[in-house]
């Protein structure tokens, strides 16, 4: 099995950017589809971004559209997310997850099999 961890999280103010990484180990990255998810204090974790196992397909959250952008290096078995333009409200703890679906637009939490223990985002006003 796949073993997951980001990082990259942090402090930034209202309107920068922050990049994370998902090293993933144990496994060839490529093998699986790939998500991002958050969950902010006392919320649900809730669905950011995910791309395909080639790529070439990703799909995100209407919250984040535009202003993130997922992609992959299966050569380095790295996973990224690049958070430009950043509210307070995308404050919260980041996930990394891998999914063995091979089909299908994986947005759920139930559709992923292994997860990152997550960073922490914090955006201030």
């Known amino acids: 099995q796949v073993q997951l961890a980001e990082s990259g999280g942090g402090l930034v103010q209202a309107g920068g950017s922050l990049r994370l990484t998902c090293a993933a180990s144990?496994?060839?990255?490529?093998?699986?589809?790939m998500g991002w998810f958050r969950q902010a204090p006392g919320k649900e974790r809730y669905f950011v971004a995910t791309i395909r196992r080639s790529g070439e397909t990703s799909t995100y959250a209407d919250s984040v559209k535009g202003r993130f952008t997922i992609s992959r290096d299966n050569a380095k078995n790295a996973v990224y997310l690049q958070m430009n333009s950043l509210k307070p409200e995308d404050t919260a703890v980041y996930y990394c997850?891998?999914?063995?679906?091979?089909?299908?637009?994986?947005?759920?939490?139930?559709?992923?099999?292994?997860w990152g223990p997550g960073t922490v985002v914090i955006v201030s006003s």
């Open positions: 997850a891998a999914s063995t679906a091979g089909a299908g637009i994986l947005v759920r939490r139930g559709d992923y099999d292994y």
């Open positions: 144990g496994h060839t990255a490529s093998d699986y589809a």
